[in-house]
């Protein structure tokens, strides 16, 4: 069910068992007067009774300074909830951009929804 907000940012969000998966399309050009991404993300998690989130960066050209300080506000404020937050779909590009800003280590990144959901549980051997 896509979700779209009076602003240029567009999210597609979808509600999985225990999680939130927000699939974020980046705008042209952002312009002051948008809300944050932060905010409009933690908006949907409070609406949906979770702090489990998935968030999709597949669209993501590339990684810019606004955007990775959004990130790092949502994910304090999901922590002061208890919750995890695990970022998917990154271009190899922008795992590096994470990893120069020294953020690879706090944002688990990880391939996909799936593989995200399936770090979070351990797998018993046979």
Known sequence: MPATATTQWKLEIDRGPDWLFVKVHVPRRYRGEDPPLADLVWEQ??????????LELDDVPLMHSFLLGQLVVL????LEHD?????????PMNRRVLATH????????YDDRNEAVMASRCIKPR
């Open 75 to 78: 994910q304090k404020r999901i």
């Open 102 to 109: 020294g953020l690879d280590h706090q944002m688990p990144c």
């Open 45 to 54: 998690l409070q609406q949906h009774f979770t702090y489990r989130l998935a």
């Open 83 to 91: 919750g995890v937050m695990r970022v998917c779909g990154l271009s």
